[in-house]
């Protein structure tokens, strides 16, 4: 499932030239496929040179040497994963403020991106309400082009928030109020719909949306996984892979979460450059919601594959302790940072 040609490769070389003097992603020009999960060759160590810091020392698995720290971003994907901005009720209405500013920020050890964030985080707050309530959010426009925000669901087109309808775009410096009941429940996202479009949302401007059936569902140890990208070199290819925005985040610190609990994912494919996404866990299968619009699993099964913009909800238990990997069944996404392990604790 790799990727020809001489565009991709030069990228590849751009972000290894990049971050030399720091610490990289291991990239698969570099470093055989087989060490994805069986270590790294002398031969294949020999042939990077002082790049053959293709795993951490002593470890059999891919990774980067260093890790981003949650005070160079301002958030931390660990924290995101179980962060659900419920907002404020106030005369039964649910009420947000959502700020768009640019800021930089990095995405894997040594590597900067000068993104644009809702709430100074990439991805954006995760928004969660109960079917059938109304809601407000206040949109400050606090960066230097015209953003917006699109919520996936059935509102009125003046609330649709793309150019030239309703408020259409929101000029720098100005503010807009959304105001929408939460239907239908299930999972959601928003983002900016100014044009260039993808270029907005490659930048940052996206979260999820979640919005509950009005009954609720069980209870569960609740995550949300944002799938991103990020094109480094400007040039509509992605250099970087994660999910939650930093590469390999969740290799050097794995999601702990309990044998026999049920365990709910969120996943949201937020990724552009790339028609497809996909998400696989070693050693398990998890129940499959579309959308989550619907009460009833359609698939049972270890990998699911989302288009740009799709979403769904996982559900599942670890009947055994110990160390389970995910990532993206795309070796070229895994290798560039859409990788991490599940440590299951009794």
Not at 9 to 33: K, N, Q
Not at 167 to 191: C, K, M, V, W
Not at 291 to 307: A, S
Not at 314 to 331: D, I, N, Q, T, W
């Amino acid at each position: 499932m790799r990727k020809f040609g001489t565009h991709r490769v030069s990228r590849r070389g751009l972000l290894g030239g990049a971050a030399a003097a720091g610490a990289v992603p291991v990239l698969h020009e570099l470093i055989p496929h087989q060490a994805l999960h069986g270590g790294t060759s002398p031969a294949a160590a020999a042939a990077v040179g002082h790049h053959a810091h293709a795993a951490h020392a002593g470890t059999d698995h891919l990774g980067a040497v260093g890790r981003v720290a949650a005070s160079a971003n301002g958030f931390d994907p660990t924290e995101i994963l179980r962060d659900f901005d419920r907002g404020t009720l106030r005369d039964g209405v649910r009420e947000w403020e959502i700020v768009a500013e640019d800021r930089e920020i990095e995405v894997a050890p040594g590597v900067k991106y000068a993104a644009w964030t809702y709430n100074g985080r990439v991805p954006g707050p995760t928004l969660r309400a109960r079917e059938g309530e109304r809601l407000r959010v206040r949109f400050v426009n606090g960066s230097s082009h015209p953003h917006t925000m699109h919520f996936h669901g059935i509102h009125r087109d003046v609330m649709d928030g793309v150019p030239g309808i309703g408020a259409g775009n929101i000029q720098p410096g100005r503010s807009t109020t959304y105001e929408f009941d939460a239907t239908p429940f299930g999972l959601h996202l928003y983002h900016c719909h100014s044009t260039p479009l993808a270029e907005h949302i490659a930048k940052g401007l996206y979260g999820a949306f979640v919005i509950d059936p009005a009954d609720g569902r069980h209870d569960a140890d609740e995550l949300v996984m944002v799938m991103n990208g990020f094109d480094t070199n400007f040039d509509r290819a992605n250099e970087v892979y994660a999910v939650n925005t930093v590469a390999f985040h969740y290799m050097n610190e794995p999601i702990r979460v309990k044998r026999g609990e049920l365990v709910r994912i969120y996943l949201v494919n937020a990724l552009e450059f790339d028609l497809l996404n996909s998400f696989h866990i070693h050693a398990n299968f998890f129940d499959y919601f579309p959308t989550g619009t619907r009460l009833e699993p359609r698939d049972f099964t270890d990998t699911v594959i989302q288009g740009q913009g799709e979403r769904g909800i996982l559900e599942l238990r670890f009947p055994y302790a110990g160390k389970y990997m995910f990532h993206a069944h795309v070796s070229e996404f895994a290798e560039l940072g859409w990788m991490g392990f599940f440590e299951v604790e009794d």
